[in-house]
T-cell receptor, first 113, second 114 residues
Framework: QQQVKQSPQSLIVQKGGISIINCAYE??????FPWYQQFPGKGPALLIA?????SEKKEGRFTISFNKSAKQFSLHIMDSQPGDSATYFCAASLTGTASKLTFGTGTRLQVTL | DGGITQSPKYLFRKEGQNVTLSCEQN?????MYWYRQDPGQGLRLIYYSQIVNDFQKGDIAEGYSVSREKKESFPLTVTSAQKNPTAFYLC?????????????FGQGTRLTVV
């Protein structure tokens, strides 16, 4: 059972455009929602994260929007750059337990010139 | 520099062989994890360990085994019982088990069955 659904599977955006990746979760007990960025042949790296008591978090060009009632959260990349081309994973976790990250299936982003 | 080192980067396995993937961290993190990554399926948890000499099965533990004899080391053995072992394997660690979101990942090992 997939607990975190991510879309789209792939995304092509022109340089300077806005990239938007969406995730939806099922388990209302999740209380931490990170996004990871992965370049080819490398391990994922934490990009930005949010807790459900906040509706938006911004770090530079990256913004997470969180809608608790809809059980959805999204990553917005403003002024997308070719260097942003990577695979992005959303995830959800339960803190304070002997727990784990549940990942979405990933979105491959390509930013064209 | 602190980090997680996985070796080898590429590994080829013959049918019926057991192989062991290495994961070493010098971050002094308590918890360590093994994930499997397949195209279109995200990352799936194989095993995790919160402390030395203790580990728990993740979502897809069948055909895999681990040990945690030292804090800094968490090797994964892919046994012949794993029917489809070809995948990208990622090791991760967190400072404490409950801070699972702040995970640091290694560079991965790509295992191919030949």
């Amino acid at each position: 059972q997939q607990q975190v659904k991510q879309s789209p599977q792939s995304l092509i955006v022109q340089k300077g455009g806005i990239s938007i990746i969406n995730c939806a979760y099922e388990n209302t007990a999740f209380d931490y929602f990170p996004w990871y960025q992965q370049f080819p042949g490398k391990g994922p790296a934490l990009l930005i994260a949010i807790r459900p008591d906040v509706s938006e978090k911004k770090e530079g060009r990256f913004t997470i929007s969180f809608n608790k009632s809809a059980k959805q959260f999204s990553l917005h990349i403003m002024d997308s750059q070719p260097g942003d081309s990577a695979t992005y994973f959303c995830a959800a976790s339960l803190t304070g337990t002997a727990s784990k990250l549940t990942f979405g299936t990933g979105t491959r982003l390509q930013v064209t010139l | 520099d602190g980090g997680i080192t996985q070796s080898p980067k590429y590994l080829f396995r013959k049918e019926g062989q057991n192989v062991t993937l290495s994961c070493e961290q010098n971050l002094n993190h308590d918890a360590m994890y093994w994930y499997r990554q397949d195209p279109g399926q995200g990352l799936r948890l194989i095993y995790y360990s919160q402390i030395v000499n203790d580990f728990q099965k993740g979502d897809i533990a069948e055909g895999y085994s681990v040990s945690r004899e030292k804090k800094e080391s968490f090797p994964l053995t892919v046994t012949s019982a794993q029917k489809n072992p070809t995948a990208f394997y990622l090791c991760a660690s967190t400072e404490r088990a409950y801070r699972v979101a702040e995970a640091f990942f290694g560079q991965g090992t790509r295992l191919t069955v030949v």
